[in-house]
């Protein structure tokens, strides 16, 4: 077997430490995780048994991420020029992916298919569809491991967010309980469940898994989005027009009970799945207490706030919170669209929004919607427009409560404390 030890966990006591912007500091290549083989002179911490195969004797590690823009890291930086499924520098599958490579001794040592996509749903992984993220996996290149993140945008996580909290069709955006109670009626459903299974099942037949019994699936579920348990933020708004919804408790609660719902709604599957196997093949990732503390409305915080880099979710337009070391590799997304673009084309940009399930293109369209059916309407804040009253591009509105690079870093890090805590060799 190849790569025995390259998942034994190094860790440098500062990299975990520095949380708030004022205390980033330079990450050092000594305080990078690394995954390390036997030759390497720091402290070594057991290697999962699911992982025993990894060898670090020249052959090329590899693995594969599916999913939506939870996996994509949307908002968390970019080189040159963002591609269509806004793809991160700063995703958790990217950290994980140069963990690997600096263990491997480089780069090419490390095969990462990122096939994530931002609007992602359970359909577009699975086989036939024209995005298909399957039919995209090139299954003869080396993949020992899968990241799976997927069921915000089959459950309704952004029809909740635009009713519930920005409004971006301001009066149109439909009710709020509504969004809620059909959220919450897809969740009790079984269509998720099994189109959860399928996707699961074709990912394991597409590796043969029966040839790689080392080979499983990390599936990470989602993070609470508020403290719920102050009341100080019941007159705040994150609405993009002037005089949107309140962010109070009771919202804030439902919403994080929406998630918690989901998050057990995905568990609850994978352990059906595993009952059909003598070894688990899949494990979850909950990671959602890592946001203690980094989460919209904490204690003494006035929202929207754009200044607090210890939020470890993105505001619309909000900036990232990338640690300095790697600030310089992040481009901006202040780009703007041309007015005659089609995706603020108000007659008919809703149909093309709609099938790309992307928040910021759907978040566009009916901001220009809105305005076009009310001209007088004003904005919250003027930074949701460009000075010349242009729109951003979509990722300025559709990163928003997405992780920002440091929530990615605690996804990375709640990921190698499950595989710590599997069996190990």
Known sequence: MRLAAVFTFVFSSGLVLSRTFKQLHVVAPDTQHVLSSGTSTHHRRPLPAALAHLKGDGFQTGFVAFGDSYSAGIGTGF????DDCRHGLGAHGELIRADLAASQGGPNSTAF???????????EILS???DSQMDAFNASSPVDFALLSVGGNDLGF????????FRFYNFYSGTCETALANSQAQIEGDEFEQRLQVVITEILDAVRWEKKPWFF??????AR????????????????WWNGPKLKKDLRSKMNAMVLTVNAKIRKTIDKINSRFTKDKLVFVDYDEGFDGHRFCEEGVKEPDYGRADTWFFLVGGRDNARNGTQASHTSDLETLSPTSILVDPSSCLEPARKSGDWGELALCYMAMAKARDPSLQLARGDLVAENSMWYVPTYYGKTFHPRSLGHETIRDKIYEVWRGLDVV
Not at 158 to 165: E, I, L, S, T, W
């Open 128 to 130: 036939g569809g024209p």
């Open 79 to 82: 080189k040159e020029k963002e």
């Open 113 to 123: 298919q990122f096939l994530s996509c931002t609007g992602a749903t359970t359909q």
């Open 217 to 222: 699936v990390t599936v990470t579920g989602y």
């Open 158 to 165: 952004f029809d909740v967010m635009n009713a519930c909290v």
């Open 225 to 240: 989005f508020f403290n719920d348990v102050t009341d100080a933020c019941d007159g705040m708004s994150f609405g993009v």
